[in-house]
Each structure stands twice: as C-alpha cells, then as structure tokens.
Nanobody
Framework: VQLVESGGGLVQAGESLRLSCAVSGRTFSRAAMAWFRQAPGKEREFVAAIVWSGGRTYYADSVKGRFTISRDDARNTVFLQMNSLKPEDTAVYYC???????????????????WGQGTQVTVSS
C-alpha cells in the first residue's frame, strides 16, 4: 500500500488549501482513512478521518467547521479541504490508512498501519 500526499504550501491566515492523498496497492472498500499533523516540537495529532464504508466522518475539535474530509472512490483519493486557516494549523500533514477496518478509535494513531511521507502546510499571520 502506498499513500502519496500533495497540496501543501504557504498561505496567509484566512485562506484555504486542499490536500490530496492518492492511495495505491489495495482496494479500500473496508478502510479507515485519516489525516494527522505534526508541528515542530509537538506530538503527531489527529485531524480528521473517514470510514470508506458508509462515509462517516470524524474531526478534531480544533478543526471542526473549518476542515472537511472527503473521498473519491473512482480515483482512490482522500481529500482534506482546509478553510479559514490559522497560524496554529502550521504543521506537516500526514495521510494514514487502516485496511481492513473493523472498528476502533479512528483518532488513535496506533490504529493505522500505512502512512504517507507528509506534506508541509505553513500559515502566516
């Protein structure tokens, strides 16, 4: 399984970015997919997740209402739309996958057995 993130960059506070995570190597009919982020000197933290079967979504409180996770089944791609970005959103963003997913806490990074290389998001004030 290979996860490849893209879409990071440098933006000003209040602007938007859309991250993409292209998945290859396995079908994801029973996967849980998530985005995590890690700022310098901090632990990697949960941002958002989507369960492929049924499409249920989950968000960290810090991004709820500003970020949206979605998927494109035809392209085996997961997106993270980030609006109203803040300087505190600055981090390396990682895509993660758990497949097959039969349950468990989607915000727990130990759940995931596949990770991308990360993409840098920098928000200036």
């Amino acid at each position: 399984v290979q996860l490849v993130e893209s879409g990071g960059g440098l933006v000003q506070a209040g602007e938007s970015l859309r991250l993409s995570c292209a998945v290859s190597g396995r079908t994801f009919s029973r996967a849980a997919m998530a985005w995590f982020r890690q700022a310098p000197g901090k632990e990697r933290e949960f941002v958002a997740a989507i369960v492929w079967s049924g499409g249920r979504t989950y968000y960290a409180d810090s991004v709820k209402g500003r970020f949206t996770i979605s998927r494109d089944d035809a392209r085996n791609t997961v997106f993270l739309q980030m609006n109203s970005l803040k300087p505190e959103d600055t981090a390396v963003y990682y895509c993660a996958a758990r497949t097959p997913y039969y349950g468990g806490t989607v915000s727990n990074r130990a759940l995931y057995d596949n990770w991308g290389q990360g993409t840098q998001v920098t928000v200036s004030s």
